[in-house]
């Protein structure tokens, strides 16, 4: 059974950071995309960040791009998403997500059919 655990959520003062994981069982890893959505109360989900199953191809929602970061590490089963300058608007519970599929970006954040429970991220002004 395909499992996502997201851990590293918390609180935050605008500005600061945060570092996500998300460890990953019951599927191969290293051939399948990983990507971070998010979802704040009275708003639609959002592609934050998708990795390509190498971790060569990245691809970023505008909202984010500059201050987040994806990596992952296949030899521990492990994505990771690095969060600085983090602003009021990121508060979210962040998932992570995986499809059957090697590529990423927004157009195919629709197959991405396994997901977490999710991590909730709260940034204070």
């Known amino acids: 059974q395909v499992q996502l655990v997201e851990s590293g959520g918390g609180s935050v003062q605008a500005g600061g950071s945060l570092r996500l994981s998300c460890s990953a069982s019951g599927f191969t890893f290293k051939n399948s995309a990983i990507g971070w959505f998010r979802q704040a109360p009275g708003k639609e989900r959002e592609g934050v960040v998708c990795t390509s199953a190498s971790g060569a191809l990245t691809y970023y929602a505008n909202s984010v791009k500059g201050r987040f970061t994806i990596s992952r590490d296949n030899a521990k089963n492990t994505v990771y998403l690095q969060m600085n300058s983090l602003k009021p608007e990121d508060t979210a519970v962040y998932h992570c997500?995986?499809?059957?599929?090697?590529?990423?970006?927004?157009?195919?954040?629709?197959?991405?059919?396994?997901w977490g429970r999710g991590t909730q991220v709260t940034v204070s002004s």
């Open positions: 997500a995986t499809r059957k599929g090697a590529t990423c970006g927004s157009t195919y954040y629709p197959a991405f059919e396994s």
